[in-house]
């Protein structure tokens, strides 16, 4: 059975970094799309990134909201997706989700709210 | 930009009454078309892909249809559990887009 589940947020002051965690179970995140999705309190769904699995490139691509900014990376030893983001601002507060698929996201992780604040 | 338009905002519907959820997309998406459920305090989960195929285990009173840029979803039999927010999605390109979502409230 396929299961996400994202850790790390927290209360972050405006311009600081946090690191996000999306380990994964029942599949490998190397051979599959990996994706960030976020939702600000009470609003809608924004996509974030996508890190194709390394037999396609794995590369990751960015929305251009995030670009620069933040940086996704890999722990394949512990099956393990990271969320790098610098710079934050108030704009960045919200639910942030790992979805697994290509376009079609197919499982998602219960999520972990980052909060920017003074 | 793809930008995804859904109506109505909030729709009321009572038990056992069916549900029209509609989403239109700036321009042509084919059928790059996935709608999206997420229930109060709980992430999205998938119901539809391709415009109108079901996910696995997603009940059969859910159905979508359209293709282009004109798409609906229909919720028939609304049980109390169909309580939720309703998202569509394009993945035709980048960034791939979603709805503000409509709200589907039991009367």
């Known amino acids: 059975e396929v299961h996400l589940a994202e850790s790390g947020g927290g209360l972050i002051q405006p311009g600081g970094s946090l690191r996000l965690s999306c380990v994964a179970s029942?599949?490998?995140?190397?051979?599959?799309?990996m994706n960030w999705v976020r939702q600000p309190p009470g609003k809608g769904l924004e996509w974030l990134s996508v890190?194709?699995?390394?037999?396609?490139?794995?590369?990751?691509y960015y929305a251009d909201s995030v670009k620069g900014r933040f940086a996704v990376t890999r722990d394949t030893s512990k099956n393990r997706l990271f969320l790098q983001m610098n710079s934050l601002g108030a704009e960045d507060t919200a639910i942030y989700y790992c979805?697994?698929?290509?376009?079609?996201?197919?499982?998602w992780g219960q999520g972990t709210l980052v909060t920017v604040s003074s | 930009e793809i930008v995804m338009t859904q109506s109505p905002a909030t729709l009321s519907v009572s038990p056992g009454g069916r549900a029209t959820l509609s989403c239109r997309a700036s321009q042509s998406i084919g059928s790059n078309l996935t709608w999206y459920q997420q229930k109060p305090g709980q992430a999205p989960t998938i119901l539809i892909s391709g415009a109108s195929t079901r996910a696995t285990g997603i009940a059969a009173r859910f159905s979508g249809s359209g293709s282009g840029a004109e798409f609906t979803l229909t919720i028939n039999s609304l049980q109390s559990e169909d309580l939720a927010v309703y998202y569509c999605?394009?993945?035709?390109?980048?960034?791939?887009?979603f709805g503000q979502g409509t709200k589907v409230e039991i009367k």
């Open positions: 999605q394009q993945s035709t390109n980048w960034p791939w887009t």
């Open positions: 029942g599949f490998t995140v190397t051979s599959d799309y």
């Open positions: 890190t194709y699995g390394a037999i396609w490139s794995g590369r990751t």
């Open positions: 979805a697994r698929g290509m376009g079609v996201f197919d499982s």
